[in-house]
């Protein structure tokens, strides 16, 4: 498995590149892989060339992130499948990105606690629209993540992909995310592990019940090591089950960004983690 960050955590100093500087400040932390998107003004072919020759040089896995709403149906289903699939192939062709994960809908209003249809026509529907998307992208070769994000449980993720039936439809292990939905994350792991290709590694605190201000359940968002998600035992499975664990990418991302923490600062202390605990795992 190879280790490696989210674009968030690494913010660059003002008037610095948004991605060169981070893909120089992800190697100069020893990382291999980072998690991007491109932003509308950065989707120029000749930059995204240059950003993609820089990453190969430091020896730097680029690997994109998108999202859609796959939960729509006819000519809007259609209309979103085409739009996404043009903006993965533009980063294919002028970035180098085989890989792309996937949130299948705006996470705050679809989710499986939402109102709405039936949550077995929902899962249908997205695997009608997550089928089209992989078609659509397959001929660039590129293979496409889904993600539990926030959203759904293991299982349930499982059911998805299962129903798209597509080779190249796999899946991305948010490994805190499983919180989000009051599901253990171990048990998400098992779940999701036969189809995993790509990890966002997550630490959530959790406190069953809250007092104060804040009270109920909370999730709170901190770095590897200091929470309740068991990252090294979510590891050893998917290194007994995944299809092929070493070039799985464990790229640490936060729930959230707390106030006044530094990204940077959190991801340190997240990477000297994992190199202790996740050493047996790590290429």
């Known amino acids: 498995m190879k280790l490696g960050s989210v674009i968030t955590l690494l913010p660059p100093p003002e008037g610095a590149d948004p991605l060169k500087w981070r893909v120089e400040k992800a190697a100069s932390m020893g990382l291999n892989v980072l998690g991007v998107f491109v932003r509308p003004e950065w989707q120029k072919p000749d930059y995204l060339k240059e950003v993609a020759d820089l990453a190969a040089s430091k020896g730097i896995e680029l690997r994109l992130g998108t999202g859609g709403n796959f939960y729509l149906h006819g000519d809007e289903a259609k209309a979103e499948v085409a739009r996404v699939a043009e903006q993965i192939i533009f980063a294919r062709k002028h970035l180098g ?31 009608i629209n997550l089928g089209a998307l992989a078609d659509a992208v397959a001929g660039a070769g590129v293979t496409l993540g889904l993600e539990n994000h926030c959203d759904w449980r293991g299982h349930e993720v499982v059911d998805i992909v299962r129903g798209a039936n597509r080779q190249n439809l796999m899946m991305q292990l948010d490994t805190g995310n499983a919180f989000s939905v009051f599901e253990e994350p171990i048990d998400c792991a098992r779940a999701m592990a036969p189809w995993v290709v790509s990890v966002h590694l997550k630490d959530i605190h959790v406190t069953p019940f809250a007092t104060g201000d804040a009270k109920g359940t909370r999730g709170v968002s901190v770095p590897l090591g200091e929470g309740h998600v068991d990252n090294a035992e ?43 605990a996740l050493a047996p795992y790590l290429t």
């Open 234 to 276: 979510i590891c050893r499975i998917l290194s007994a089950h995944s299809p092929d664990s070493q070039s799985i990418a464990l790229m640490v991302e936060p729930f959230y960004m707390p106030e006044g923490v530094d990204g940077i600062a959190f991801l340190q202390t997240s990477i000297d983690w994992a190199r202790k």
């Open 97 to 127: 990105t085989t890989f792309s994960s996937l949130a299948p809908g705006p996470m705050l209003t679809h989710h499986r606690f939402a109102p709405g249809p039936p949550l077995d026509e929902r899962k249908a529907t997205l695997s």
